[in-house]
């Protein structure tokens, strides 16, 4: 059965760091580019970070670029998003997908408040 499971989101102060973890199992995850996206309700859901199958390639949007940081453990089928340096504005559902959306997760709700 395929799934990316996402975990490590909750409420954290502005300026605070947070971690999130994608499970994922059912489909050959270490040969696809996987991201990070957010959605924010009555917005268009935003790609925050890509990487690509080996790991050895990323990039960010600018809204997060220097803040966040998208890794990947092939071997543990596992994605990660380190998010520092919170701001109000990164509030958001946020859920991995593979590059093309063809599989995505159920998202992990993000709140930056103080």
């Known amino acids: 059965e395929l799934q990316l499971v996402e975990s490590g989101g909750g409420l954290v102060q502005p300026g605070g760091s947070l971690r999130l973890s994608c499970a994922a199992s059912?489909?050959?995850?270490?040969?696809?580019?996987m991201q990070w996206v957010r959605q924010v309700p009555r917005k268009e859901r935003e790609s925050v970070a890509i990487?690509?199958?080996?790991?050895?390639?990323?990039t960010y949007a600018a809204s997060v670029k220097g803040r966040f940081t998208i890794s990947r453990d092939n071997a543990k089928n596992m994605l990660y998003l380190q998010m520092t340096n919170l701001k109000p504005e990164d509030t958001a559902v946020y859920f991995c997908?593979?590059?093309?959306?063809?599989?995505r997760g159920q998202g992990t709700q993000v709140t930056v408040a103080s």
């Open positions: 059912g489909f050959p995850f270490t040969t696809y580019t």
């Open positions: 997908a593979s590059g093309n959306y063809d599989y």
């Open positions: 990487i690509n199958d080996g790991g050895d390639w990323t």
